[in-house]
């Protein structure tokens, strides 16, 4: 019997996500130059996708927060142009992370925290705990930690109010 479901997309391979990390390592200098910022590009691979931080050569210097914005937007803006431009060059889509200043590094440290609280008032109550509306990086945090934790989560709603539902297993 043959089933009439596409292909599932096939794993990217660490060739092409060195490739796209080099791309959006190019196109994210020639950002920082225009707007006469200065910063390393660290690039590496976590959990089959290329993931770029951009970091302050100077430990003192904060001029790169504002890359990351209030409440993580122009990062999030800035991650999705930069997926725009690798998959210009190369007519594939792109699931590049990237983090600017360790904002999303901070973040997550955050929503773990929130997602460990409200797993615990689920297991003591046996009743689902919905969260606050959240962006998909923020998310993909919680239903990364809620499912460590052996209980399942949902996402519910719509932008920009969609949400997770920790429910008990």
Known sequence: MTSSLPDAPAEPTTSRLEEEGEIAADYLEELLDI?????????DIDHGRAALEILSEDPKDTSLRRLAGRDGEVVDAL??????????????????????????AGRRAELVTVAEEAIGRVRESGVSVALAAMNPFERKVVHDTVAAAGLTSD???????????IRPS
């Open 155 to 165: 996402s519910d709603g719509v932008e920009p109010n969609r949400h997770v539902v």
């Open 79 to 104: 991650q999705e142009l930069t997926r725009l431009a690798v998959q210009t060059k190369t007519g594939e889509r792109s699931r590049l992370m990237l983090d600017v200043a360790g904002y999303r």
């Open 35 to 43: 707007a006469d910022l200065d910063g390393d590009i660290d690039i």
